[in-house]
């Protein structure tokens, strides 16, 4: 089993979760945009492992890939099809104007099955890690996350 090393990478990946949890509410036109959001998207470096070698003693290492704000589809277009990743947001809570923070898993259509396996324990580990969301949402394909299903899982999790 491959375990997911989250200390490697632990400065910069506790930076960006805190940042995302301390960032200010957007003020200006971001603040009326209902799919405007602040980020940390990270993915996860596989081992690199042929078919001939042990697993053992080989782990994949959760590291920042970027940062940012904008609108939702701005997030969306950081996810790969062949890569597990994850995200760390904050939006505006359509029901009761409120910041909520939520947690994005993604194991895209095209990761090995091998790798696929890995998800669900790489999924928790993170949970663990980047704690404090209010919503966590899975994802495999860009049919499965879009700007309107991220809000609306939010309002549904808020009641009316």
Same mark, same amino acid.
């Given at each position: ?37 602040? #980020?940390?998207?990270?993915? !996860? ?6 078919? +001939?070698? %042990?697993?053992?003693?080989?782990? $994949?290492? @959760? ?42 898993? #993604?194991?895209?259509?095209? !990761? ?6 890995? +998800?669900? %324990?790489?999924?928790?580990?993170? $949970?663990? @890690? ?31």
């Amino acid at each position: 089993m491959t375990s997911l090393n989250l200390s490697t990478n632990g400065p910069s990946i506790s930076n960006s979760y805190n940042k995302i949890v301390n960032a200010p509410a957007p003020t200006g036109p971001a603040a009326n945009s209902p799919t405007y959001g602040q #980020w940390a998207v990270y993915t !996860v470096q596989a081992p690199l492992v042929s078919a +001939f070698q %042990s697993e053992s003693g080989k782990e $994949s290492v @959760l590291k920042v890939q970027t940062t940012g704000e904008g609108e939702l589809v701005d997030l969306i277009e950081e996810f790969s099809d062949g890569r597990i990743q994850f995200a760390f947001l904050k939006v505006k809570d359509s029901n009761s104007g409120l910041p909520k923070n939520v947690l994005i898993g #993604w194991c895209g259509e095209g !990761v090995p099955e091998r790798t696929k396996g890995y +998800f669900t %324990s790489h999924l928790n580990a993170v $949970s663990k @890690l980047l704690h404090g969301y209010h919503v966590q949402v899975t994802a495999r394909s860009d049919r499965d996350l879009t700007p309107d299903t991220i809000v609306q899982k939010v309002a549904d999790a808020s009641g009316s």
